[in-house]
């Protein structure tokens, strides 16, 4: 999953005032779990999932793994 | 899926069972396949196909009588296959037969007595089979049936040739055999088993029993004589292929017998039989056998391959020709049947694709009005999804908005239950459905009034859901809860006569609640004479097609009632492809809008450019599914109702799922009001808010099953915790918030008064944690 620069400078986490930055993000969904690199506040955790994300693979995966 | 209930549905399905050439031969050569080869120009491949059933098939290949002719279904509609012919050409072309292949010497040893058609296709199909083979000859030559044509027909060479195998095959075949009682009773201790050509003169001395002919008696079934381990077939006078038919069928129980195992089970389709196969020749033009040219050469190749081109290729199919479900995925039922089965029994859920496939039937049931054998996929496919539910792998998000949708028909919001204004009792008890009221409320609502005014006895109304999510999606216990409430309310409401506006509901009740009496409205209002036949005046004249929703597929009285209201209005009707008891569901039916977006969207995008003409439904969703794809399509009451606000039946655009609720909790509202109950609704704070959408994101939103409730409940959340992201250039939030199993994400910024929603996603996993 690729994020430009751009997109991740773009956004500002509002609480904190802090800039994104890259973080490994653990996600989880019916029995199975993994793990990706995603722009997120260093400060509360805030982690941007991006339209392309949630519609795109995670889309995918979520099929993938309610059909185990 | 029981064992039991498999086989039982399997059974169902014909379409695999071979074609009536085929079981019509008496070696049950596969012709179709031939004709498909040979059409293709594909000569030898054609040859290998005879090959596999027809032993000396050069011979038989060109001397063959042809019974399976007789039952060519090309012969309905223009003239059998020449498959006589064409099997001699495909021979004559061929040349010199190959090596028959022979399975593993096997250690038993069978003596074949009498070398004419029946022993010679005994000794070649058990030697093939591996066991060591004697043919005892008691003349000098082998296959006196086939001397007798003439040289044209079957040349000599040709024999010697293709009896040339046996030697190959190192049958030993021994000539001037002694067959006395003394010989036989030698054979039949050197050998394990005995094979008798009863064609052969000599063999009528042998001592065995003989039947009411004189000939050796024999077993209809196996060809066992009264000796065990001796069999014998084959005829003075029979033709040739009924000859061979016989030595195949001594050797294979020979096989039998030497291998311990039944005589007689699974037998019934040795020779000849009918077969079960169904083809519908329907639409398929007549074709005249092709001729050739010079008869005294036979076919050329052009010749040849142009007759073959006319093999129907029977199949059935019947089903996947009219269901874009079950062709979608390419197979056909017994073949789904079979694939389900595994995936629940063998991979417990684990094949996603069976997952998917279970979930993308619409219940419809023209499967099973086209079937010969009326095998219903829809329950086969209900049954499916019980057994994913019931093994936990029933995928969540298949059904999830589905019944969220019935859940709230199901709740306060919607379900009401009263007498007519200012009565205590109710004759009749208006049931307009969920989906009806979802999409034209306030021609509910006046055909309520209509009811009220005219009917007496008093006109209760009830408002709720009939259950069918909760029945397609296979939850049963929820199903079942939603038949006894309705009961429960129908009972209180002293047992009225039940109208209803939907057919879907109308065979929900027909079918799980058969004591309630339940009547169409399109009926009560003609009956009544409470349609005004010239109310429409402004569209007389108009042509429309009529779409029968999947749902009224039992009910000709309905489908027929619609055709008359509509035709009493001045319209002229057309029909769709399939309607009446062969109607087609839009994609509502079986919750497949919501496990199959993709093929649902398909179905009714197809559906909608069957016919230029405006469409006329008379289901909530089939209009609404229609209206989706871009197709003007009309419901009936709206025609009925022309002076109901804003009523203009073909103009009115898609509507979202938020305003279905909406309009739902109108018709609520207003009845209430009528009864002049005062209407209280707990408004959360979160629903005050007022967002801005344009219609285009609206669509794209509605397709993403985003409704503005879950819209506004993420504005509020982050409005309340600040918790969002800040676009620095543009100053637009993005925040989210997860409800139920799903996360909704949205980008918004304050606008006037309320929010403008710049978009809005979702995702169902979950974030666990950042590192
Ligand atoms: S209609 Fe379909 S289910 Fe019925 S026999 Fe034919 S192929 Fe099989
Ligand atoms: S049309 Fe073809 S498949 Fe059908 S019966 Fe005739 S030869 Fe066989
Ligand atoms: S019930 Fe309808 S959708 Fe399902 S297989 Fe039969 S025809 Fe196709
Ligand atoms: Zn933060």
Known sequence: MKFSEEEIQNWKCETCGEGLVMRKVEFSYMKGSFHAELPACPKCGLVLITEELAMGKMAEAEKALEDK | MEKEQRIAWEAQCIQEEPPACSTTCPLHVDVRQFMKEMAEGDVNEAYKVLRKNLPFVGILGRICTHPCETKCRRGEVGGALAIGSLERFCVEHYGSPDRVKLLPRKSKTVAVVGGDVAGLVAAHDLRKKGYGVTLLEPGNHLGQSFRKFSEDLLPDSVIEEELGALKDMKVDVRFGATLDAAAFEALCTEFDAVFVDRTSSECASLPLEKDNDGLIGVDPITGGTSCPGVFAGGKEGEVPIMLAADGRKGALSIERFLQQAHMTIGRENDGPYETRLYTNLEGIAPLDRVRCADPDVGYTLGEAVQEATRCIQCECMECVKVCQYLAHYKKYPKKYIRQFFNNEKVLLGAAHSSNQTINSCTNCGLCAEVCPNDLHMGEVCLEGRHAMLQGNYMPPSAHEFALQDMEFSTSDEFVTCRHQPGTQQSAYLYFPSCQLSATAPAEVLESYRLLCENLSGGVGILLGCCGAPAYWSGREALFRETLKTLRQQWQAMGKPEVITACCTCQSVFSEHLPDIPIKPLWQVLENNALIDNACREKDAGKTIAVVDPCSSRYDPEIQN???????????????????????????????????????????????????????????????????????????????????????DPWARGWISWSERRKNRRRVKDELLVNLGETVEHTVESYEKIVLHIDSELLRTLDSRRILESDLRQVVFHAEQTCKRLRHNQSGMFRANHKMGNTTFWVDYAPEDEGYRIHNAYCHRMNVTGVK
């Open chain 2, 561 to 647: 009632g619609v055709r008359r209201i509509l035709g009493n209005l001045g319209f002229t009707l057309e029909e769709l492809p399939l309607s009446g008891e062969l109607a087609e569901c839009c994609g509502y039916g079986g919750l497949v809008f919501n496990a199959n977006p993709k093929l649902d969207n398909a179905i009714v995008t197809r559906r909608a450019g069957e016919n230029e003409r405006d469409y006329l439904a008379y289901c909530a969703m089939c209009r609404d599914k229609f209206v989706n794809v871009g197709k003007r399509t009309a419901h009936l009451i709206e025609l009925l109702f022309p002076s109901v606000a804003g009523n």
